[in-house]
């Protein structure tokens, strides 16, 4: 059995007069978001045996959060593919991994993240969490799977389970979003 836990950045700065999308860092409310993620996954035992994780700013500083609230240093592989990557290319990072990891937590960006959670896990009628995917992958949320194979490289298109889907306002009211609709 392999577990993949996918981890969106943080909500990021816009008011940050950066020259590139790269450098983007979170703002306030984005790092209590991953401090509160970190704290949820230590709370609820969600661990992992090994990082992959985009290095644009908000996704190092998301880590570094989450960090602080899960009690525990995170030591990511950092892969530029990662950065703005499609869902298959995060497949293909994916099947390279260590199966030495029975657990990989992979911190990235949307619309990436939300369409690898939507590629692996079939479209089954009542899966609440999967519909809640589909409508949106927001910023700083998890999403845990779980597949029946030895080795990542055998991790295929609708045979994942998802086991649980978390967004910061779930664990927070203040965490949602600014303007609620």
Partial sequence: MKRLILLRHAKSSWDDPVKRDFDRPLNEKGKRA?????????E????????????????????ESVAQGYGEPIEPE??????????????DIL???DDAARSLLMSGHNSGLEDLVLLLVPDSKGDKARAKVE??????????????????ADIAPGTGKLLRYVRPRDLH?????DDPQ
């Fill in 135 to 152: 409508e949106k992958f927001p910023t700083c949320a998890l999403a845990e799977m779980e597949f029946d194979v030895d080795s990542w």
């Fill in 78 to 91: 950092w892969d530029r593919r990662a950065y703005l990557a499609s869902n298959m290319t995060l497949l």
């Fill in 44 to 63: 609820d035992g969600i661990m992992f045996d090994a990082v992959i994780a985009s290095p644009a700013i908000r996704v190092v500083e998301t880590l």
């Fill in 173 to 177: 009211a203040d965490l949602g979003p």
């Fill in 34 to 42: 991953a401090k509160m993620m970190g704290e949820h996954m230590q």
């Fill in 95 to 97: 099947h390279e991994a």
